[in-house]
Each structure stands twice: as structure tokens, then as C-alpha cells.
């Protein structure tokens, strides 16, 4: 669109442009080249001192209408007609000119907040901020976590400067706009984020009213300094050992009740033996899988014997007990089910030693504290895989039991003409389901049956039973059609899977196009009785989210009855037994915060199931609530309606979340999350990506100077060099370091190991760079460098998902086959990322 900031990536005078853009709910994002500047705005009338929302952006989709020169008009208003906001947005040579009128029709005054852009704060923090020419100390250190909005403020003017390395960055406003460090803020927009808040709040609307604002946003490049490429030349070193097993072991998860330490190892270069009891005969393959994909050792040797049987004295409920003594293991479980999780501590216990793999000598006696443990995920096109994966490495292996399926995206006979990209075929639902079942999990599918019905309406389909055929969102369960077709829906769901729980959803259905709650009751009036028909027709429980059944008082969160007798009405219609999936994410680790409603639905003869989302304090508080309640858990994902490896690497802390839950409902251990002695993304990391170990070391070669400091990473040796700096736009360094960096190599390798970290944080699974293996024989491989995958910043801690990480840096494997390597170039591809080389290790 226009010239802005240099952000070079193929040559240092290459000047991006400046795009904006603006979608429902998250509001303007302005990115310069390909780093997000401003990444979300937003609006909401409230009433004075917070008593009372009448309308956010949040709340409804906007409508954007394009005009000249690369402007845009953006409205939104309230169904009611009380609220009607314009904004406009008009290109300029150096960024952009914005304005907003905001109205209200209601009959008291109303406060605005307006959000004018959360502006990306690594692009200015190294750098300087001034406000009306008064300038704001420190903007590298972030506010202390658990301060207030009002202790984050850094002031307020009608011209905000910031001097960053790569840029000056200008505001102007008619009014004076605050700034604010919205780094560890504990608000949803801010969650995991490097923001600071730019913005007006506390704007008195009057009945009647309108109130305008003007501001336009500036940017001034700066030249970057230096050279684009550069090439290092380093002397080589051998290095024993370069890789082996990883020194870093694991527990075993969830942690067991009673683990007896004997003394000692058996041995198991020779495999293993498995005596299995009628209706365990799948938990063969996966043994075999698990192992096998865990450890790549030469089998010798005779193998060990494994016998399992059932006693039902032997243990509280589907417990198990399990021994490795001098003549191999024997496993007793009180149930089959008990017995399963007998085998899968049994494979998380073997680990390597000399140049094989042994068991230790132990006796492990136990058994679930919360019997009812689940995972709800999506469908998708290539579901199969990635949750066959999922549950082989990961669900099975931490002893879940239960899987909730959120199925509406999927092909129906039923619903024709909805199909999407992200649309599952019927043949691959059942054979997923299939995959399940083999691993003791219990289906139950999910279909939303009453809100969140966008996907009933897709493509156009089916808008004349909506409620509102303006805002297709909630089915009129009231029409005679709209009952005929979730009879079909459900009938075909149950002859494909056969489940004995059906999960209609049930959450949230007036969030939109609804205004008259009086209404949503007396829908809920109709449609429940009619799913519990389906129900019963077909042999199944009922199952519901619990959100429309709560009013204000009865929970922590998430009370979307709008009176308490709305809320006796509605779970009166419920019959005793049903099973209640009552979602909180308020991020609190007391287990007091969430009896509440447990109690309350426990008492009313309901069958609660405490779900949880990824944060940790809400996953330890709301198990151990769950537990004391004899209430199940359900770890809910919410990464988009598809389920897939991209989505689980875009969010993978909602993944790494069925660990640390899996945790807390199996054992009941009340330590808080850092206290558990692992962090449950490294281990996600080692079983879903870590691939096989190997027992057996093999030596390498180090690029470096003699004698340089060696760390290891994973299971590979690095020895340390002075940190070699990419090209980044976050820091002076940065800004000065090449795009490209060669490293020869000139010898054959089977791989090359980097060991990366990044000056700054982006997206999760943007592309951050590429090594590229240049060969002896002239041919070339290229391969990405993904943040979050495979590298993370100096300030991001958590894991890498596909390389093993300690402290800031990964080692990064680059597999080169045994061919002869004239040089690695590594090249820096995103303008914010500044990848840094810290060592490399030759195999």
C-alpha cells in the first residue's frame, strides 16, 4: 500500500509496506512488513465504575466497508440500537489517519473505553518513549505481575514519541491518550503477550450523546547499519559423546500413589513378553508402538516376561499394582481398566543404561483420585493422524479415560451442502473413534445442538431455522424442521459410533442474535426435553456445558442464566443423572474457588465434570475442587474447529494442559504447577516430537575455539561460542547483524545440530528463518526455522515443541544424510525475530 520502515529481508535498502486491516473482535492490526505493530483494537460502553457493561466490540461482528485510496470504514452497533460506532482509517505516506464516532441512544450517561491499537511493546522497549516531550523512564523492564491498571500507566499525552532502534514511531491525538504496560496483565487480550495498552477510558457519553476522536500514526525509518552477509569461520573440534541419550529423565506421570524403589535394574535388551487378559489384547500393538517409538536400541537377549492379570481386592478402584523383580513384571489390576494403567506406568518406566534399555527394580501400588478423566478435542481432515499420534504419545501414556469429540464438522447425510476445508469425512470419524476404543478411552461425541450452531448455517444453508436469520447463531427448536433434522443428525451420529453419552453442547446460545432472555428460556424449555428424547431413544446419557444453568453468585465465572430463578427453571428440566460439564478458566489454584457449583449440581442428583482450560492455577484449583467433590475433569482445547498438528503447534500449551491435568485428577497431588518437578511441555515435547532415543553415543565434531565451555541439550553435546546475531529490528544489535550467516563445514555429516535462541518473541509457528545445507556435489536443502518449533526468545520460557531446550537455546536437528556439507548459510527470514547462533555440533 505505502512506504514505511526498514525491515529489510533480501537486501538492507528493501522497504515494506504499511498494511492495515480490521476483523471482528480482535479490531486493527497495522504490520509493517511482517512485523504486527499494532495487533488488536477495540471499544466498550460501560456504566461508571465498572457496575455494568452495555456493549463491547467483542460481542458482535463489525461490518468493514472499503473506500478510496486504500480507506476503510469500520461499523458496529448494538442490536438494540442504543450503541452505533464509525470508524475510519485512511492511508497516509507514513502510516495512518483514523477517525471515530461513537453514539448512544440509551437514557443515562455511559463511560467509553477505547482502545486505539495494543502496539507490539519488543519493537519499542529497547528504545525510548516520550509524552508531550516528557519522557518516561525504563520501557525495557516489564511492571511487576499482580499490578493494578492504574499502577501500569506510564502517563498520558496528545503526542506520543517512541524511539526504538528501527524506527520512530509517532502519535497524535485531539485528546490525551494513556499508555499503558500491559506485559504479565492479567487480562485475556494480554495473556502471553508483549503489549503496551494505547488508549482513552472513562469518556462520558451522554443520553443521547456522541463524542469523536482523531489520531494518526507516523513512522519514521531508521537506515540499518552493517553488512548483509558475513561469513564465520570456525576451527573444528572433536566431541565425544556429541549425542546420546538424554541425561534428562522425566518421572513417571501421573505421579504414582506408591513407588517402592528396590534395588537394581532388569534388564530388557531383548523386548518384551506380554501375557495379556481377555479384553486387553490391543494394548499389545500399543506397548510395542510406545516403546519402539520411545528408544532405538539393538535387541539382544531373551525378553523380558510381562504377565498381567485382574484382581479386584488388590487395589482401590480401577487401580493397579505393579512389580519388576529378578524373573520380570507382573501386573495386578483391580479392574481391565486398572490393568491398563498398570502397562503404562510399565512403559514410562524404562529407561537406558550402558548401551541398552533396563527396567528398575520397584513395586508401584495405584490408583486413580478422580475417576472420570477426559480430553475434548476437534474433528478435522487429518484428525486421524495427528490424534492417533496424540493419544499413542501422549493421552494413553498419562492415563485419561474419556474423549469428548467435538464433531459438528463433519460430513452428515443429515445436513448436506455445509461442507468446508476443515469438514471430516464420516469413514475417518469412525475409524478415529475406532483408534480410541482400542486404547480403553470411553467416546462421547460432541454436536452443538441449540447455540453456537455457525456451522449449521454454513454456506447459507439452513437460515430459515434460525432464530434470527440475521444473525445465524442459535436453531429454533420451536419449528417442527429443526426437530425432524436433529432427530437425523443424532440417529446418524449414533449408528456411525455408538456412544453412550451424547454431548449436545448447550453453551452459550443467546450469546448473539438474542436479546430477549425470557426468549432463550423458553427454548431451552422446548429443546431440552427433545435431546433427552434423542437421548433415551438411542440407549445414551445426556450431557450439556453447565454456563446456562448458572446465575450470578452460583459460580466463579461463566453464569450466563440471567436470573436465579431462570436458572432453577432451566435445571429442573434436567434429569437426575445427567452429566454436567461445567467450564470455569478463572486462573485460581485454590480448589474453595470452584465448590460451588460442584456442590450445587452434585446435590441436585447431576453428575459434574469440572472442565478446565490450558491456564495452570485453573487446571490445580478446579481438579482438586473436582476430586473433593467426586466430580470428573474434563481438560477442554479450544485451538479453532480443526483439529490438526498446525493448530496443536499454534497452541501448544492448551495440548501440553492434558498433561498437567492428567496429573493433578490421577494423583491428587497438591503441590502448585512449578512445584511438580517437571514441566509438562518439555515432556509433551520428548514423547510427541522427541522421537527415538538412542542408547548407544556416537562422537561428532564442535565449530569453535579449543576448549570451549560444552553443555548439553537433549541428547546432544554443544560446545558454547559467543552468541552470532541475525538480523532483528528489536535491538540495536540486532539491527546491525547480517541477514545471512555461512558456516563451513566441508566434511561429510549425517546431521548438524544448531544451537539457536531468538532476540525476540513472535508468533507461534512463524517462520523465523532457514538453514540451508549447501553440498560438495553442487545440490542445496533448505530448512525451516519455525518460532516456537524449533527456536523461542531469550525472554519466552516455555519449551520448544519440536527441539529439546535448556535455559533460552535449542538444539536444532538438521539432517544431511551422510553427504558431504561444503557450508550451512543461515539466513534470517523474519524482520522481529533476530535468530542467534550459540554453538554447532557436527554428527
Not at 491518550?177 to 506485559?183: E, G, I, K
Not at 476443515?422 to 483408534?435: F, N, R, S
Not at 429454533?476 to 436433529?486: C, G, N, Q, Y
Not at 553415543?697 to 565451555?709: K, N, R, S
Amino acid at each position: 500500500m505505502f512506504a514505511a520502515l526498514v525491515f529489510g529481508l533480501t537486501t538492507i535498502s528493501a522497504v515494506p509496506p504499511v498494511s492495515l486491516s480490521y476483523t471482528s473482535f480482535r479490531g486493527l492490526e497495522v504490520k509493517v512488513g511482517d512485523v504486527a505493530l499494532i495487533e488488536g483494537s477495540g471499544f466498550q460502553y460501560y456504566e461508571k465504575g465498572w457496575t455494568k457493561g452495555y456493549f463491547s466490540s467483542a460481542w458482535k461482528p463489525v461490518k468493514v466497508y472499503p473506500g478510496e485510496n486504500g480507506s476503510f470504514t469500520v461499523i458496529a452497533d448494538s442490536d438494540d440500537g442504543e450503541v452505533a460506532n464509525r470508524q475510519t482509517f485512511y492511508p497516509t505516506e507514513k502510516g495512518f489517519r483514523a477517525t471515530a464516532e461513537f453514539r448512544w441512544r440509551g437514557e443515562k450517561p455511559v463511560m467509553l473505553e477505547y482502545t486505539l491499537g495494543r502496539l507490539w511493546a519488543p519493537l519499542v522497549d529497547q528504545g525510548s518513549l516520550s509524552l508531550d516531550g516528557a519522557q518516561v523512564p525504563m520501557l525495557d523492564k516489564p511492571v511487576k505481575e499482580g499490578s493494578t491498571f492504574e499502577q501500569r500507566i506510564f502517563g498520558q499525552g496528545r503526542q506520543l514519541v517512541f524511539n526504538a532502534p528501527a524506527a520512530r514511531v509517532t502519535m497524535t491525538s485531539r485528546q490525551p491518550v494513556y499508555v499503558m504496560d500491559a506485559r504479565n496483565y492479567t487480562i485475556e487480550w494480554a495473556d502471553g503477550k508483549e503489549l503496551f495498552w494505547l488508549g482513552l477510558n472513562n469518556q462520558e457519553i451522554k443520553p443521547q450523546g456522541t463524542v469523536q476522536f482523531e489520531y494518526e500514526l507516523t513512522i519514521d525509518p531508521v537506515t540499518q547499519p552493517g553488512a548483509d552477509r558475513t561469513e564465520l569461520a570456525l576451527a573444528k573440534q572433536p566431541i565425544h559423546s556429541a549425542q546420546g541419550p538424554d541425561v534428562k529423565r522425566f518421572p513417571i506421570v501421573p505421579k504414582p500413589k506408591i513407588f517402592d524403589r528396590g534395588s537394581g535394574y532388569l534388564a530388557c535388551g531383548g523386548g518384551f513378553d506380554l501375557s495379556l487378559p481377555a479384553g486387553l489384547e490391543g494394548e499389545k500393538a500399543w506397548f510395542e508402538r510406545f516403546i519402539g517409538g520411545s528408544w532405538d536400541w539393538e535387541k539382544a537377549g531373551q525378553p523380558v516376561s510381562v504377565r498381567v492379570s485382574v484382581s479386584p481386592g488388590v487395589t482401590k478402584s480401577n487401580g493397579y499394582r505393579l512389580e519388576v523383580g529378578d524373573s520380570g513384571v507382573v501386573i495386578v489390576g483391580q479392574s481391565l481398566e486398572g490393568a491398563r494403567y498398570g502397562l503404562r506406568t510399565l512403559a514410562q518406566m524404562v529407561q537406558s543404561q550402558g548401551q541398552s534399555i533396563v527396567l528398575p527394580r520397584a513395586t508401584v501400588t495405584d490408583w486413580p483420585s478422580a475417576q472420570w478423566r477426559g480430553a475434548h478435542l476437534f474433528v478435522g481432515p487429518t484428525a486421524v493422524a495427528f490424534q492417533g499420534k496424540l493419544s499413542d504419545r501422549v493421552l494413553a501414556p498419562v492415563k485419561l479415560n474419556k474423549i469428548v469429540l467435538q464433531a459438528e464438522q463433519t460430513q452428515w447425510k443429515a445436513l448436506p451442502g455445509i461442507e468446508n476445508p476443515i469438514t471430516m469425512k464420516t469413514p475417518d470419524l469412525v475409524k478415529l473413534v475406532e483408534h480410541y476404543r482400542t486404547l480403553g478411552f470411553e467416546f462421547i461425541p460432541l454436536v452443538q445442538s441449540m447455540g453456537h450452531m455457525e456451522w449449521f448455517f454454513r454456506n447459507d444453508k439452513n437460515l430459515e431455522l434460525a432464530v434470527n436469520p440475521k444473525i445465524p447463531y442459535t436453531i429454533d427448536v420451536r419449528k417442527a424442521r429443526t426437530r425432524e433434522i436433529l432427530n437425523q443428525l443424532w440417529g446418524e451420529v449414533a449408528d456411525l459410533t455408538k456412544p453412550k453419552v451424547f454431548h449436545f453442547g448447550l453453551d452459550e446460545i443467546d450469546n448473539r442474535g438474542i436479546d430477549d432472555k425470557n426468549l432463550t428460556t423458553r427454548l431451552w424449555q422446548q429443546g431440552v426435553p427433545l435431546l433427552q428424547k434423542i437421548a433415551a431413544d438411542h440407549d445414551a446419557e445426556m450431557m450439556l456445558w453447565g454456563d446456562m444453568l448458572l446465575a450470578q453468585g452460583e459460580a466463579v465465572d461463566a453464569m450466563h442464566a440471567p436470573s436465579k430463578e431462570a436458572a432453577v427453571v432451566r435445571r429442573n428440566m434436567l434429569k437426575k443423572g445427567t452429566y454436567v460439564a461445567d467450564w470455569h478458566y478463572r486462573n485460581d489454584p485454590n480448589p474453595e474457588t470452584f465448590d460451588r457449583s460442584l456442590k450445587l449440581f452434585k446435590d441436585l442428583g447431576l453428575r459434574p465434570i469440572a472442565s478446565t482450560w490450558y491456564r495452570p492455577n485453573n487446571i490445580r484449583g478446579f481438579t482438586l475442587s473436582a476430586i473433593r467433590n467426586d466430580a470428573g475433569v474434563l481438560q477442554t482445547t479450544w485451538a479453532g474447529y480443526e483439529s490438526s498438528e498446525a493448530n496443536m503447534v499454534r497452541e501448544f500449551q492448551q495440548f501440553s494442559a492434558f498433561i498437567l491435568m492428567a496429573e493433578y485428577a490421577w494423583s491428587g497431588r497438591t503441590e502448585m504447577p512449578d512445584k511438580l518437578g517437571y514441566d509438562p511441555a518439555e515432556l509433551m515435547q520428548r514423547w510427541y516430537f522427541g522421537g527415538r532415543q538412542i542408547v548407544k553415543a556416537v562422537d561428532g565434531f564442535a565449530l569453535g575455539p579449543a576448549g570451549g565451555e560444552v553443555e548439553k541439550i537433549g541428547p546432544y553435546k554443544i560446545q558454547k561460542m559467543e552468541p552470532q546475531q541475525l538480523f532483528g529490528v528489536t535491538t540495536s544489535r540486532a539491527f546491525a547483524s547480517p541477514h545471512h550467516l555461512t558456516l563451513p563445514i566441508d566434511q561429510p555429516a549425517k546431521a548438524i545440530i544448531l544451537a539457536l535462541d531468538s532476540a525476540a518473541t513472535i508468533t507461534d509457528v512463524a517462520l523465523a528463518g532457514h538453514a540451508i545445507v549447501h553440498y560438495t556435489d553442487g545440490s542445496k536443502s533448505d530448512h525451516e526455522i519455525r518460532y516456537g518449533m524449533h527456536v523461542r526468545s531469550v525472554r519466552d520460557t516455555k519449551a520448544t515443541m519440536a527441539s529439546p531446550r535448556k535455559n533460552t537455546v535449542s538444539a536444532v536437528r538438521i539432517e544431511t544424510g551422510g553427504k558431504r556439507v561444503k557450508s550451512v548459510e543461515l539466513v534470517a527470514s523474519h524482520s522481529a525475530a533476530g535468530l542467534r547462533l550459540h554453538g554447532v555440533t557436527i554428527l
